[in-house]
């Protein structure tokens, strides 16, 4: 039978799944945006071109959904089930707050997306399932966002370690946090101006947990020599 962990003992398995895996979850992350930008995004503008590379978009045999979906968001989703008892509240909250800006870019990118029903409830042989509308998905990363913002605990012990975003900085996450619901809400004004002006209210009802420029919301991470900020 499997021997049943102590509170104690449970908080410390749970601290190094996020040491272990949120790491390699980042760096995966930036890649997939970096060689998203590289490979496509670049070429597809314009911006760039490559004559005897050039070939229709057809969303076959790029490989992005699964980078994004099988590589990242599955673990996130993992993570955030671990956690859900609230015994950790600044893990869960890095977890929801990287869970909505890596749903943010595919949903920037693509629109509808498969959110509620992508099969990360642990049926992992699924192959059918629902595109959320933009509207849905939208609600459901500020609704993440609300909660992070919220949880994050500076006098809590629950110490975010091997973080290579913010060095265990909590003031940061929690900035990132707001930050990133502020940018959402200016982004869905063609969709809800009531929502808009709701979530914008309450990021800006803290504007001390904003960041004040771009050069102070990210620490520089690098993913094939390619720098995203926020």
Known sequence: STPIKSSAASDVYKRQ??????????????????????????????????????TPWNERGDGFYRKFYVEILRDLEELAKAY????????????????????YQLLSLYGPVGLSHAGMDGGTDKRIF????????YYSILGWLDQAVDEFDESSTDKILKDPVYNGDVQKWRKLANTLRLEIAMNIQNISEEKA??????????????????????????????ELHL
């Open 130 to 137: 629902d595109y959320d509308s933009e509207a849905d998905a």
């Open 17 to 54: 799944n996020l040491q272990s895996i949120f790491p390699g979850t980042v760096y995966k992350t930036m890649n997939a945006i970096s060689e998203l930008n590289n490979n496509r995004m670049w070429s597809y503008s314009r911006y760039i071109t490559n004559v005897a590379f050039q």
């Open 84 to 103: 859900d008892d609230g015994s950790l509240p600044n893990s869960l909250a890095v977890v929801k707050t990287w869970k909505a800006f890596t749903y």
């Open 197 to 226: 002006r709701e979530y914008a209210a309450k990021s800006m009802g803290h504007e001390e947990w904003l960041f004040s420029s771009l050069a102070v919301s990210y620490t520089h991470l690098r993913a094939h020599e390619t």
